[in-house]
C-alpha cells in the first residue's frame, strides 16, 4: 500500500550554499567591511582617547580581542546601512559575562559568528556556545553517515551555522572567508573574502569601493562605547 506522505531529501553543495547567499559583489563589500574594522583598530590604538591601561605594554595581548570588534562593530555598522544582507544581534555565551555578535541572513537559512583564527585553513576553536549553534547540523548528519559530507550537506528545516573568520596578528588582514566548518577542523565549504575585486566589471567593483567609503566614517567615540557596553 502506498504511503499518502512523501519523505523527500534535499541535498545541496556547501559551496552553492555561500555562493547563494553572497554574490561577488556582495563577498568583496564584505571583505571590505573586514579591512575597515582592521583599520579602525589601529586608528584607536594610536588615538589619544583610548584608555591609558591600553597603552601598557602588556596590553599589546589584548590588541587580537579589540581587533575582533571592530571588525564586529564594522560588520553591524554594515548591516544597518543595509550593505550586506544581514541582520545582526549581540547573544549572551553561557558565561552570561561574555557576548557574541551573532549574524543572520535575511532568508533566515544561515547564521554566522565572527572569529579571529590563524590560517584560512582553520575553522574557529571549538567553544560550548558555537557547538550548541552547529548541533542540529551535526546531528542530522549522523542519519546519514554515508554521505560525502565533504560535497553535499542534507538542507534542513533548521538554519546553517557557518563562519566569518578572519586573521591576524597585522595590521591589514591577511585572509578573510566565509565557510560552513566541518565538525572537527576545516570546511565543508569556503569562499575567500579578498582580493576578489578585480573579478568584477568596473561599474559593480566602482559600487563596492562607494560602500566601503560609506564605512570609513568609523565613529571611534561609539566604538569605545560599543567596547564598554559589550565587553
Same mark, same amino acid.
Not at 22 to 30: A, G, K, P
Not at 226 to 231: A, I, L, P, T
Given at each position: 500500500?502506498?504511503?499518502?506522505?512523501?519523505?523527500?531529501?534535499?541535498? *545541496?553543495?556547501?559551496?552553492? /550554499?555561500?555562493?547563494?547567499e553572497?554574490?561577488? *559583489?556582495?563577498? *568583496?563589500?564584505?571583505g571590505?567591511?573586514?579591512?575597515?574594522?582592521?583599520?579602525?583598530?589601529? +586608528?584607536?590604538?594610536?588615538?589619544?582617547?583610548?584608555?591609558?591601561?591600553?597603552?601598557?605594554?602588556?596590553?599589546?595581548?589584548? !590588541?587580537?580581542e579589540?581587533?575582533?570588534?571592530?571588525?564586529?562593530?564594522?560588520?553591524?555598522?554594515?548591516?544597518?546601512?543595509?550593505? !550586506?544582507?544581514?541582520?545582526?544581534?549581540?547573544?549572551?555565551?553561557?558565561?552570561?559575562?561574555?557576548?557574541?555578535?551573532?549574524?543572520?541572513? /535575511?532568508?533566515?537559512?544561515? !547564521?554566522?559568528?565572527?572569529?579571529?583564527?590563524?590560517?584560512?585553513?582553520?575553522?574557529?576553536?571549538?567553544?560550548?556556545?558555537?557547538?550548541?549553534?552547529?548541533?542540529?547540523?551535526?546531528?542530522?548528519?549522523?542519519?546519514?553517515?554515508?554521505?560525502?559530507?565533504?560535497?553535499?550537506?542534507?538542507?534542513? +528545516?533548521?538554519?546553517?551555522?557557518?563562519?566569518?573568520?578572519?586573521?591576524?596578528? @597585522?595590521?591589514?588582514?591577511?585572509?578573510?572567508?566565509?565557510?560552513?566548518?566541518?565538525?572537527?577542523?576545516?570546511?565543508?565549504?569556503?569562499? @575567500? /573574502?579578498?582580493?576578489? !575585486?578585480?573579478?568584477?566589471?568596473?561599474?559593480?567593483?566602482? +559600487?563596492?569601493?562607494?560602500?566601503?567609503? +560609506?564605512?570609513?566614517?568609523?565613529?571611534?567615540?561609539?566604538?569605545?562605547d560599543?567596547?564598554?557596553?559589550?565587553?
Open positions: 500500500m502506498e504511503s499518502d506522505e512523501t519523505f523527500t531529501i534535499q541535498k *545541496v553543495s556547501a559551496q552553492q /550554499l555561500l555562493m547563494k553572497f554574490s561577488m *559583489v556582495q563577498r *568583496v563589500i564584505l571590505n567591511v573586514i579591512q575597515v574594522g582592521y583599520q579602525s583598530c589601529n +586608528d584607536f590604538m594610536q588615538s589619544s582617547k583610548i584608555p591609558l591601561f591600553l597603552k601598557m605594554e602588556r596590553a599589546s595581548k589584548l !590588541i587580537p579589540i581587533k575582533n570588534m571592530a571588525v564586529e562593530y564594522a560588520l553591524m555598522q554594515a548591516c544597518n546601512k543595509q550593505l !550586506i544582507p544581514l541582520k545582526w544581534s549581540l547573544e549572551q555565551t553561557n558565561n552570561i559575562a561574555l557576548k557574541y555578535l551573532k549574524l543572520k541572513s /535575511l532568508d533566515g537559512k544561515c !547564521i554566522f559568528t565572527v572569529n579571529q583564527t590563524s590560517c584560512a585553513g582553520k575553522r574557529s576553536r571549538h567553544a560550548k556556545f558555537r557547538e550548541e549553534l552547529d548541533l542540529p547540523f551535526q546531528s542530522s548528519l549522523n542519519l546519514f553517515p554515508n554521505d560525502d559530507t565533504h560535497q553535499f550537506i542534507v538542507e534542513p +528545516d533548521f538554519a546553517y551555522y557557518c563562519e566569518i573568520n578572519h586573521g591576524y596578528r @597585522s595590521e591589514t588582514p591577511l585572509f578573510a572567508v566565509v565557510g560552513k566548518p566541518a565538525a572537527q577542523n576545516g570546511w565543508l565549504g569556503q569562499l @575567500s /573574502l579578498l582580493g576578489q !575585486i578585480q573579478l568584477l566589471p568596473k561599474s559593480e567593483a566602482d +559600487d563596492t569601493r562607494t560602500a566601503a567609503e +560609506d564605512l570609513r566614517n568609523f565613529n571611534l567615540s561609539d566604538f569605545q560599543f567596547m564598554e557596553e559589550h565587553k
